[in-house]
């Protein structure tokens, strides 16, 4: 195989930056970790360190209410040598994954999934960066370098996430389905990407075969092995914690029903946080309803584009989330590059990407001023995480608005180029 | 209709739209930011000042501390002249070993501290009292001292105590407080003794500097904390409100001897705070309280009169009784304002707005810059056309070359055109990074090299960005040469992350922010001129020039020869704030100020290559 001499480049340039990073500022990770930007209660590293204290010692992780995340963690960062005595291999640990993140994002704009599908073919294929530069952007996103400095257990997340999507558009639609298992068993929101996986799926199945499959059939033969391979997940977990509704209701419990009020960018801190608690079921309800009636929407329009479809989603995540942190924003910064050849036709990049710019200097200063100076109130942080999700929702709808505009040009050659009016 | 034509002329004229629009604006941002700051002095933008905390009651209370305290003052005073340091009899009292190094001197001393617990309290809250031994002009504060001992004294007999007193007294007004505050609240560093005995949150901090023997006329409130950081409004008002009110004792602040009330005296008040609030040093010995939240000022009898040290006391007794009252922390009021009077301030809202639309004019200049690059190329056609993403063309050679021209002719259109944009974002947020070297620089190197290092730097900033603009036109040593659309890109990248940082700034440090805004006005108005040599090279020559005036270092040497005070006083001073008080306007000056000049100077300078 031959070794592509920018990409080793880059991500040697990328690993050498981090590694610089921490060394440099050797407080800087524990500095990121305590953020609440970056450090959700279901991502934290603090919170792991503490679970791993009590499952190092045969106590259930889940005894004080600290530790939400999915126990499969516990024996694999036991292996790891202690973080305080020792922070480099964990912090190298990170560091690989995120490599291997990169990886799979390149794989995934070299299939050319994103500009050629198999019911669509975009009018600008020409504007397009190649793999490695998308890699670039993804690794020396400072968003992603934050999130991998803290050591966020969200990066495997997004790991299974994107592993899901580069086996799919590589055709392993077996393990494309494993890798979605992985990352809904450790934050449970990526099950939501199941059906239009399951359609990238299938149109790379039907684009190599000669004639297509039964799409019913395939996506319950998918959606079993995804269920198989959670179910797998979980069975290893009771292995491991003995308890299984202990672990559940601390982990997916604690997600669903959203008990964790600590300030996060995303919307639903506040929110709950103002409300009767004799509301609070129903717009629990509401909430979550509302996150995942995205996913019929979107495949039913997008049905075309299911690598989009999934794009658009993790946008959609990382504004709606309950905890979401700015590792969700990295993974949505991540996968827009391969939608290059729709910048063209985006029509408020700059404004979005200035209101992100202004929220991600304004929070730190805000919270600073809420929480250290007491000169600032809970108000001030919340106004700048609304217009953090403004950014992103900007942003996201842009996105989506450039993509029905080059679908649309497809139907309507003749229309090209023609100025859009709101009837 | 006329504004409908307007409109309509404007977007049939993208000279006037995207070049001489924003200009404009701009400019009228920065004029109207200015005239802003100038209108805050008048009655109508200023407000008087009141108590918002209703628990304080001012005043309220009959004060006993006199007649026979003064013989016990005098007795003290003798006994602390025969320098016996003993804390009163029957306090709790321990002392703390300090010691500080910054720019190559060190610092050290021994505080010493007595706590009195309240009768009626539960060692949750404290007020501490901080007499230093020598003041925050290096006098010896004999009378301070003196004063502090008797009030412990004497507070230590009463039972309406509900919040334990602490006394603080520091060998001197710069680190024995920052030293006593860390270790209170456990975040000293290694060099600095824990405290062995401790009391509950603090709600309020009181400095007393009286370093002369005679009478005095007024009372003088310092109340500056470290990086602008201000105390409650209500503290300061307290003080004002019981000297004035009850002592009958007049209350200055700023040096302000010799206030009529007027417009220029109240401009000159609040310039003199913002200054001081801009450059975020420590004012005095509460300075180091501010960042821990704990609301802080230092009282400073000045002046010829007739007020004894009784009447300081009372005022202090009173003040503390207030302090005792509060049933949470200080909070009611503003913690940003500017004072233009000791009754007269103006509020977040009403002020803010000056520096933010300094900082908005840059983003305006920074979006207007976006646009044009994309929409509207102007002085040489086929700018945009030319750097149409060179990298999409080596990956698709053919096949798709009649569409490309077809999507090529349209861009020219009405739609947008591609911009490069790697090379100006690599470069922007690499000046930025490099902004890090003077900062380290500046706060490591001894402090006998200051002066050295600063005209070395002058130096410096001439040179660079000559050397990065013949750089940059040459291509940087790669085969593609920058075009112009990726200097006004740089512009627009520089722009934008100043605006961003001085808007964000002027949350935290409003007059930093208004200060940096003003300095870097220039930068939204300077590109790259083109034209014949004959003008080029004179014009960029004289325009280098006059930026050089405004370059950091030479700003300083500016100041500094104006208020001759040496550059290397002024330098310890700030490597001693960013090693000991934790303050950051180097930060400020030399990752934003810094880099946004030297992108200037690159823009200017390349026009000569």
Redesign the interface.
């Known amino acids: 195989m031959a070794v592509d001499r920018r990409k080793v480049a880059v991500f040697g340039a990328a690993f050498v930056l981090r590694l610089l990073l921490i060394c440099l500022f050797p407080s800087l990770p524990d500095l990121l970790t305590g953020r609440v930007e970056v450090s959700t209660p279901v991502n934290s590293f603090k919170r792991l360190q503490e679970g791993l204290y009590l499952y190092t010692r045969n106590v259930s992780p889940y005894d004080g209410g600290v530790f939400h995340q999915a126990p499969l963690l516990l024996p694999l960062f036991s292996l790891l040598p202690d973080v305080n005595s020792n922070p480099i291999p964990t912090a190298i640990f990170y560091f690989l994954v995120d490599l291997v993140n990169a990886h799979a994002l390149a794989t995934i704009s070299e299939s050319g999934q994103s500009v050629q599908s198999r019911l669509h073919s975009a009018m600008r294929k020409h504007i397009r960066w190649d793999g490695t530069s998308v890699a670039a952007w993804f690794l020396f996103n400072p968003f992603t370098i934050a999130t991998c400095l803290a050591r966020s257990t969200s990066v495997f997340t997004t790991s299974g996430i994107l592993l899901a999507v580069s086996n799919a558009v590589s055709g392993n639609t077996l393990n494309a389905m494993l890798a979605l298992g992985l990352a809904s068993y450790l934050s449970m929101y990526p099950a939501l990407l199941f059906v239009p996986l399951a359609l990238l799926c299938y149109d790379q199945r039907a684009q190599k075969s000669a004639q297509a499959p039964s799409s019913g059939l395939f996506i319950l033969q998918h959606g079993a092995i995804l269920s198989g391979s959670i179910a797998g997940l979980l069975g290893l977990s009771i292995l491991i914690t003995g308890n299984f509704w202990e672990f559940m209701s601390a982990t997916y419990g604690f997600h669903l029903l959203v008990p964790d009020l600590t300030p996060n960018v995303g919307l639903w801190w506040y929110f709950f946080i103002e409300m009767f608690d004799s509301f609070r079921e129903f717009f629990l309800g509401v909430f979550w309803l509302h996150l995942a009636s995205y996913v019929g929407g979107l495949t039913a329009r997008l049905r075309r584009q299911p690598l989009f479809i999934i794009t658009s989603l993790l946008g959609v995540f990382a504004v709606f989330k309950p905890y979401p942190s700015i590792s969700d924003a990295s993974l949505y910064f991540a996968l827009l590059p391969l939608y290059r050849h729709l910048f063209p036709l985006m029509r408020y990049t700059f404004f979005a990407i200035s209101a992100l710019l202004y929220s991600s200097l304004l929070g730190p200063a805000f919270y600073h001023l809420w929480i250290y100076a007491g000169s600032g109130n809970a108000n001030f942080f919340y106004a700048i995480t609304l217009v953090w999700s403004l950014g992103l929702s900007i942003l996201l709808a842009d996105s989506i608005f450039a993509a029905l505009r080059d679908e649309w040009e497809q139907d309507h050659p003749e229309r090209k180029g023609q100025e859009v009016k709101q009837v | 209709m006329a504004l409908k034509s307007a409109i309509r002329n404007l977007r049939n004229n993208p000279q006037l739209l995207f070049v001489r629009l924003p200009n404009i604006l701009s400019f009228l941002c920065i004029v109207v930011g200015v005239v802003w700051l100038l209108l805050l002095p008048l009655n109508d933008y200023s407000r008087q000042t009141y108590i918002s905390e209703n628990a304080l009651l001012p005043g309220q209370v009959h004060a006993y501390f006199t007649g026979s305290e003064q013989n016990i003052f005098r007795g003290y005073k003798k006994e602390i002249q025969a320098l016996i340091q003993e804390g009163p009899a029957g306090l709790k009292v321990a002392t703390q070993k300090y010691e500080y190094t910054s720019a190559g001197i060190g610092y050290q001393g021994e505080n010493v501290y007595g706590i009195i617990h309240a009768p009626r309290g539960d060692a949750t809250e404290a007020i501490v009292l901080v007499a230093a031994w020598k003041t925050a002009d290096d006098e010896l504060n004999l009378n301070g001292v003196t004063l502090a001992l008797t009030l412990a004294r004497y507070f230590k007999r009463w039972s309406l105590w509900s919040k334990d007193i602490i006394f603080v007294f520091p060998p001197d007004s710069k680190t024995g407080t920052q030293a006593w505050i860390d270790a209170y609240h456990d975040l000293h560093p290694a060099t600095v003794q824990p405290l062995p005995l401790k009391s509950g949150a603090l709600q309020g901090a009181l400095v007393i500097e009286y370093p002369f023997e005679n009478h005095f006329h007024t009372l003088h409130i310092v109340y500056d904390g470290v990086n602008g ?1 201000l105390p409650n409004l209500d503290l300061f008002n307290t003080a004002v409100a019981i000297a004035g009110g009850q002592m009958g004792i007049g209350a200055n602040l700023q040096e302000m001897w010799k206030h009529d009330d007027s417009y220029q005296d109240r401009l000159k008040t609040i310039l003199r705070g913002m200054t001081k609030q801009g450059l975020g040093y420590a004012t005095g010995a509460h300075s180091s309280f501010m ?1 821990y ?1 704990i609301d802080a000022i230092t009282l400073q009898p000045k002046g010829e009169g007739w007020e004894d040290e009784m009447a300081l006391g009372r005022t202090i007794e009173s003040l503390c009784r207030s302090l005792n009252n509060l049933l949470e ?1 200080l ?1 009611q009021s503003f ?2 304002y500017l004072l233009m009077q000791s009754n007269r301030f103006v509020s977040i809202g009403t002020y803010l707005p000056s520096a933010m639309l300094i900082a908005g004019n840059f ?1 305006i200049m920074a ?1 207007a810059l ?2 044009r690059t994309g929409y509207y190329s102007d002085s040489k056609p086929g700018v945009s056309a030319g750097s149409d ?1 060179p ?2 063309k080596s ?2 050679p053919s096949g ?1 070359v009649t ?2 021209e077809v ?1 090529e002719s ?2 020219n ?4 055109a ?1 911009r490069v944009l790697a090379l100006p974002l690599t470069l922007v947020s690499g000046l930025h990074l490099i902004g890090l070297v003077p900062l380290w620089i500046f706060n490591t190197i001894f402090h006998q090299y200051f002066t050295a290092a600063t005209y070395i730097f002058v130096g410096v900033d001439v040179v660079l960005p000559l050397i990065l603009a013949a750089l940059l036109s040459n291509g940087l040593g790669i085969s593609r040469p920058i075009v112009p659309q990726q200097y006004l890109l740089i512009k627009s990248f520089a722009l ?1 992350l100043l605006g ?2 001085l ?2 700034l002027a ?2 440090n409003f007059s930093l922010s208004f200060m940096i805004g003003l300095l870097c006005a220039p930068l939204t108005f300077i590109t790259r001129i083109q034209g014949a040599a004959a003008v080029r090279y004179p014009i960029s020559v004289l325009g280098l020039a006059l930026l050089n005036l405004l370059s950091p270092p030479a700003v300083l040497i500016g100041v500094c020869w104006y208020t001759g005070v040496p550059i290397e006083t002024v330098l310890t001073q700030a490597a001693f704030g960013w090693d000991v008080w934790g303050m950051w306007t180097q930060v400020v000056v030399w990752c934003v100020w810094w880099p946004a000049w030297l992108i200037g100077c690159v823009l200017l300078g390349s026009s000569m290559f």
Do not use: D, N, Y
């Open positions: 950081q960042p939240h922390h909070h913690f940003f983003t979006i976006w646009m993403t990298k999409s990956e698709k798709t569409e490309k999507t349209k861009l259109g009405s739609t947008v591609e934008l961003l940082s808007s964000t949350t935290l």
